[in-house]
């Protein structure tokens, strides 16, 4: 099945920092999704985003299908941030694949 | 998030109890599935629903039981496990088929303690 990862697995900012997190896949996806897992547990959809860029306020991320990867980029990083970065991938007809995430913590 | 609901939040069992996870979405979709997150480790895909029917056992134990009555809910029914079970429960639905690229929405997770 498709392998996912992700990179750095670990990460500690300054508040006001920038950071870019990073996710590999190793086949074609119809469906990339970014997840935020705040301290509760509860996953929250960043972006869906199988090709291309958009961006949400502080947060924007790109996805390049062709090369089989995809970026998101934090801006301006505030405490609320921190929490655990999921990227997910689902090739065609088959199910959906999470990478092991992102630990990002921001100090004040 | 609450267009997917999950009861209850937290929940502690005995290994010989039987106990049930239940999940609700409010968002007309046709696809439901159960997620298993353990500690230091990536979510895991047990059971895929669409339009009720069971489409995806990924070889989870016979002690973890689904259910689907119609397409708004969905029961994970628990008996007998392990502390090893110990994990977060997240239930998530999508509008379209499995498969067919759509968005997945999450529930907030049931926490549950096997002791």
């Known amino acids: 099945g498709i392998q996912v990862e992700q990179s750095p697995p670990d990460l500690i900012l300054q508040e006001g920092a920038n950071s870019t997190l990073r996710c590999n896949f190793s086949?074609?996806?119809?469906?990339l999704q970014w997840f935020h897992q705040n301290p509760w547990g509860q996953l929250i959809n960043l972006f869906y985003?199988?090709?291309g860029t958009k961006q949400n306020g502080r947060l924007s991320a790109t996805t390049v299908a062709t090369e089989r990867y995809s970026l998101l980029y934090i801006s301006s990083s505030q405490t609320t941030d921190s929490g655990v970065y999921f990227c997910?991938?689902?090739?065609?007809?088959?199910?959906?694949?999470f990478g092991p995430g992102t630990r990002l913590s921001v100090l004040p | 998030e609450t267009g997917v609901t999950q009861t209850p939040r937290h929940l502690v069992m005995g290994m010989t109890n039987k106990k049930s996870l239940k999940c609700e979405q409010h968002?007309?979709?046709?696809?439901m599935y159960w997620y298993k997150q353990s500690a230091k480790k990536p979510l895991e895909l047990m059971f895929v629903y669409n339009f009720k029917e069971q489409t995806e056992n990924n070889s989870v134990p016979s002690r973890f039981s689904p259910e689907c009555p119609n397409s708004s809910h969905l029961f994970l029914h628990l008996h007998t496990l392990q502390p090893e079970d110990s994990a977060l429960y997240l239930c998530a639905s999508s509008g379209g088929s499995p498969g067919q690229g759509d968005t997945q929405y999450f529930g907030p997770g049931t926490r549950l303690t096997v002791l």
């Open positions: 086949d074609s996806v119809n469906n």
């Open positions: 968002l007309g979709h046709n696809a």
């Open positions: 985003i199988p090709s």
């Open positions: 997910a991938v689902e090739n065609y007809g088959q199910n959906f694949v």
